[in-house]
């Protein structure tokens, strides 16, 4: 998750103040630019999740064309890896479901996407619709939540 992180990568040079081999003592000076913060903008959307027989369905719908086609490169180019939620409200985490126990599946729609997350195992799926029950509740609420496929944000919406 490191790699989709608000980090600053600034005073992370190398050997910064060590001496060089074969340069004597003196160090190395900081590099004449920074380098960039390593940061993404993520597409807004509308969020619906729902439970349905086997796991949950989570569908995300732009209107804007520009976000939606950068939102479903996204998922085209991450589909396969894990699939991960995480709620917020007021900037503050409060819901973060790791959906781990299922096979979880990306299908391109007309306005967006659609992430479906099934198991055949009936303790695995009452967790995925647990969780998915838990997140339809914070949306409800007024959180944002952003859907994470191998730890990289794919969107953020509301209901």
Same mark, same amino acid.
């Given at each position: 998750m490191t790699g989709t992180m608000m980090m600053e990568r600034t005073g992370m040079g190398m050997g910064m103040g060590m001496p060089m081999p074969g340069m004597g003592a003196a160090p190395m000076s900081a590099p004449a630019t920074s380098m $960039?913060?390593?940061? /993404? !903008? +993520?597409?807004? #959307?509308? /969020?619906t999740m729902e439970t349905m027989k086997g796991g949950m369905k989570i569908t995300c719908s732009c209107d804007d064309a520009v976000a939606r086609a950068m939102m479903q490169n996204l998922f085209t180019m991450l589909a396969g890896n894990m699939c991960s939620c995480c709620c917020m409200m007021n900037g503050m985490m409060c819901c973060n479901c790791n959906l781990m126990m299922g096979m979880c599946k990306c299908e391109m729609t007309k306005d967006g996407c659609v992430v479906t997350c099934t198991s055949g195992? $009936? $303790? #695995? +799926?009452a967790m995925i619709?647990?969780?998915?029950? #838990? !997140?339809a509740a914070c949306l409800k609420s007024g959180c944002t939540c952003c859907v994470m496929m191998g730890g990289t944000p794919c969107c953020c919406g509301t209901m």
């Amino acid at each position: 998750m490191t790699g989709t992180m608000m980090m600053e990568r600034t005073g992370m040079g190398m050997g910064m103040g060590m001496p060089m081999p074969g340069m004597g003592a003196a160090p190395m000076s900081a590099p004449a630019t920074s380098m $960039a913060p390593n940061m /993404m !903008m +993520v597409p807004r #959307c509308k /969020m619906t999740m729902e439970t349905m027989k086997g796991g949950m369905k989570i569908t995300c719908s732009c209107d804007d064309a520009v976000a939606r086609a950068m939102m479903q490169n996204l998922f085209t180019m991450l589909a396969g890896n894990m699939c991960s939620c995480c709620c917020m409200m007021n900037g503050m985490m409060c819901c973060n479901c790791n959906l781990m126990m299922g096979m979880c599946k990306c299908e391109m729609t007309k306005d967006g996407c659609v992430v479906t997350c099934t198991s055949g195992d $009936a $303790a #695995c +799926v009452a967790m995925i619709q647990g969780c998915c029950e #838990c !997140m339809a509740a914070c949306l409800k609420s007024g959180c944002t939540c952003c859907v994470m496929m191998g730890g990289t944000p794919c969107c953020c919406g509301t209901m």
